[in-house]
């Protein structure tokens, strides 16, 4: 399986080091009612509340606080996700946007989605421009929305830019060859200033998502990726 290159897009593919604007431009009113939305980094976003419907969580979330999808009302305050950063967040909504006319899936849509590895070029340029290690994030961050489409995207997107695969082993490699990344960090290096041990962790690919990842695939299907 070559990996496929975006010749239209100006930055690098996955190693663009570009800043990203901080939030996301208001919506119009055509859009429906709006929810806001806070990262971590206290970085808000706004949705259309019935896209914010198709995460998991936030639709937990609003059913706690006594909100229901059919009501069509938001909350007059943001929803505070203390575990997503500002640069996943804004992925996730950009996302959305891009499957905005896209009903919630049904669980066998869901698995005929995994099926042919569906990913459209909208998203495939999304996640162009997201770093190795804002990748990693963004699969915790699918996951702990409670975004199952989302995730298949993402799984689609990254066996799309490894070469040819032959063992799990691939994919841990292609994320821990990240420009800059270090694989063995000494203790004299996590002493330095401005290193850290935790960092240098959280990006590599966890068990759970080679797992995910090779058990979602599987090597016999090499290639098989339809783009809408």
Same mark, same amino acid.
Request: hydrophobic share 30%.
């Given at each position: 399986?070559?990996?496929?290159?975006?010749?239209?897009?100006?930055?690098?593919?996955?190693?663009?080091? +570009?800043?990203?604007?901080?939030?996301?431009?208001?919506?119009?009113q055509e859009d429906g009612p709006m929810i806001l939305i806070q990262s971590s980094d206290d970085q808000m976003f706004q949705t259309p509340l019935k896209s914010a419907y198709k995460m998991g969580e936030v639709k937990t979330m609003l059913e706690s606080l006594g909100f229901h999808p059919d009501d069509g009302v938001a909350p007059p305050f943001p929803l505070p996700f203390m575990s997503v950063s500002g640069p996943s967040l804004?992925?996730?909504?950009?996302?959305?946007?891009?499957? +905005?006319?896209?009903?919630?899936?049904?669980?066998?849509?869901?698995?005929?989605?995994?099926?042919?590895?569906?990913?459209?070029?909208?998203?495939?340029?999304?996640?162009?421009?997201?770093?190795?290690? +804002?990748?990693?994030?963004?699969?915790?961050?699918?996951?702990?929305?409670?975004?199952?489409?989302?995730?298949?995207?993402?799984?689609?997107?990254?066996?799309?830019?490894?070469?040819?695969?032959?063992?799990?082993q691939d994919f841990t490699d292609?994320?821990?060859?990240?420009?800059?990344?270090?694989?063995?960090?000494?203790?004299?290096?996590?002493?330095?200033?401005?290193t850290s041990a935790a960092v240098e962790d959280a990006e590599v690919l966890s068990p759970e998502a080679l797992t995910h990842l090779v058990a979602y695939l599987g090597f016999g299907r090499r290639g098989n990726h339809a783009r809408k």
């Open positions: 399986m070559a990996r496929r290159k975006n010749k239209n897009s100006k930055a690098a593919p996955v190693n663009s080091t +570009e800043e990203r604007p901080k939030s996301t431009p208001p919506a119009t804004k992925v996730i909504v950009e996302w959305l946007k891009i499957h +905005e006319n896209r009903e919630p899936l049904s669980p066998e849509q869901l698995c005929q989605l995994r099926t042919k590895n569906i990913i459209t070029d909208a998203d495939v340029q999304l996640l162009d421009n997201c770093t190795r290690s +804002e990748l990693l994030d963004l699969r915790n961050t699918g996951c702990f929305l409670d975004m199952p489409a989302f995730v298949s995207t993402w799984t689609t997107y990254i066996a799309m830019q490894v070469d040819a695969p032959r063992n799990s292609w994320f821990e060859a990240a420009p800059g990344r270090r694989r063995n960090q000494s203790e004299s290096d996590a002493d330095q200033p401005g």
